[in-house]
């Protein structure tokens, strides 16, 4: 059985003309998308460099969802970055915040995306919002720490005139919250515009937060740091020359303020010094009050605990029996008198512990010489006389000379009411069995009689 059979043969010019063909549909197809990509992102641009973020999202998110066989001008990351800043732009902008927050968020988009054209429009509403803001409102701590960063990306309007106030806002909200060496920070910064309208009362603000940083340090028992810094105080703002405020401020009395905290303090300290047995430093500073405040109404209470502390160091360096004087006849009116001579070269003083703490000098007696080996039996009238009327009651005597090689003496006196003592003091040298008999080196001490 025949069969009739053949085989198409398709001629091999027509496979170019297919892949041709195929290839112009490719090439037109992405010619088509690229210049499709163009003109949305173009369109984007536009939009975002007006801030119009809603509509350059529309054509970025066209982009975004597009398909493509290939992305020539890299047209898709550039949408994402440029679509990114767009949705944080309209989350930062329509949020609805309390200034100082709003003005938070600001920041950190303009931190976030320095180099996008977006931060124009986002510096010129921190400014329309630092611009119709109470500076009151806007100081928040967080907000107030930020001052400087706002000022470099241009938040705030008319800085030579928004700055201080927002400075001198910034101090008082820190004093409310009990905060003086933050406050001094930005009180010291408000004062560099010298000329501002709220000059002095910056100063004035300054003045009060040292003061309360001096106070709490005394609250605090910090005593060095409270005398150190009501020191300062009075030296930056001494009597009468507290700057023009004074002047403007009449009822104002910050410096009699810090004299006075400053006296209570040394006291304070002193006393401290005293119980820790810092006797020279607690002594130096009860001296150092009462040539300073002569006049203060601590004086009777600085002028017994000097003398307590006197008779205390001498108690730790060693000191003589003074035996109580005898009495001597009687006064008149009922008061006791002491009635004590310096027979002896040297300036001596006398401290009396006890109800009616004294501290009182004989000069030395320039006729009167240094007895050697043994004094007189009997004063030798001569030198200097001073009588003291005391309270009578119980006494701690201390007497001791200018020289401190001469060991003082110490005792306990009675003195009675209505009687009168006498007491004298000269020197008597002996010889020093510890040294060379060539020598004779004399050693000195102070006699009572």
């Known amino acids: 059985m025949l069969r009739f059979a053949y085989q198409l043969r398709i001629p091999r010019f027509r496979y170019w003309k297919i892949g041709a063909a195929i290839g112009t549909v490719v090439f037109t197809g992405i010619a088509t998308q690229v210049w499709l990509d163009q003109q949305m992102y173009r369109q984007g641009e536009q939009a975002y460099a007006v801030a119009d973020c809603e509509r350059a999202i529309t054509q970025f ?14 047209i898709v990351p550039r949408a994402k970055v440029k679509r990114s800043e767009c949705a944080a732009f309209l989350v930062t902008m329509s949020e609805q915040k309390d200034a100082p927050t709003a003005l938070l968020g600001y920041e950190d988009f303009v931190n976030r995306y320095s180099s996008s054209s977006l931060t124009k429009p986002v510096q010129q509403r921190a400014a329309d919002l630092f611009q119709r803001t109470d500076p009151a409102a806007l100081a928040k701590p967080e907000l107030c720490s930020e001052l400087r960063s706002f000022e470099v990306k241009q938040f705030i309007p008319q800085p030579e005139e928004r700055l201080p106030r927002l400075h001198y806002a910034c101090g008082q909200a820190f004093i409310q919250q009990g ?50 810094r009501y020191r300062q105080f009075l030296v930056d703002y001494p009597d009468r020359r507290y700057r023009q405020f004074l002047v403007d401020y009449p009822d104002h009395q910050l410096t009699a303020t810090a004299k006075a905290a400053l006296a209570r303090i040394l006291v304070a300290e002193a006393g401290n010094n005293a119980k820790q047995k810092n006797y020279d430093t607690a002594i130096r500073q009860y001296k150092e009050f009462l040539q300073a405040y002569p006049n203060h109404s601590l004086v009777p209470e600085v002028k017994a605990a000097l003398a307590k502390t006197m008779i205390a160091k001498a108690d730790t360096t060693g000191t003589n029996e003074i035996v109580p004087p005898s009495p001597s006849g009687s006064t008149r009116g009922g008061v006791t008198e002491v009635v004590i001579q310096n027979a002896s070269p040297e300036k001596i003083q006398i401290v009396f512990s006890g109800p009616e703490p004294r501290i009182e000098e004989l000069p030395p007696c320039s006729s009167c010489k240094t007895y050697i080996g043994s004094g007189p039996t009997t004063c030798p009238h001569q030198g200097s006389v001073q009588t003291y009327t005391l309270k009578p009651g119980q006494y701690k005597v201390l007497v001791e000379t200018s020289d401190p090689s ?21 020197i008597v040298a002996t010889p020093s069995p510890l040294r060379s008999r060539s020598a004779v080196p004399l050693l000195p001490e102070l006699a009572p009689i």
Request: net charge neutral; proline share 5%; with cysteine.
């Open 179 to 228: 905060d003086p060496t933050t406050a001094i920070r930005f009180y010291q910064q408000a004062e560099d515009y010298p000329h501002h309208p709220l000059s002095q009362k910056i100063t004035l603000a300054l003045a009060n937060a040292r003061l309360a940083e001096a106070r709490i340090d005394a609250n605090q028992g910090n005593y060095a740091s409270a005398i150190r």
């Open 61 to 74: 998110d066209r982009i975004l969802h597009g398909r493509r066989l290939i992305d020539l001008n890299e």
């Open 406 to 426: 001469i060991m003082p003496f110490k005792g306990n006196w009675a003195l009675g009411n209505g009687t009168l003592y006498d007491s004298c003091f000269f």
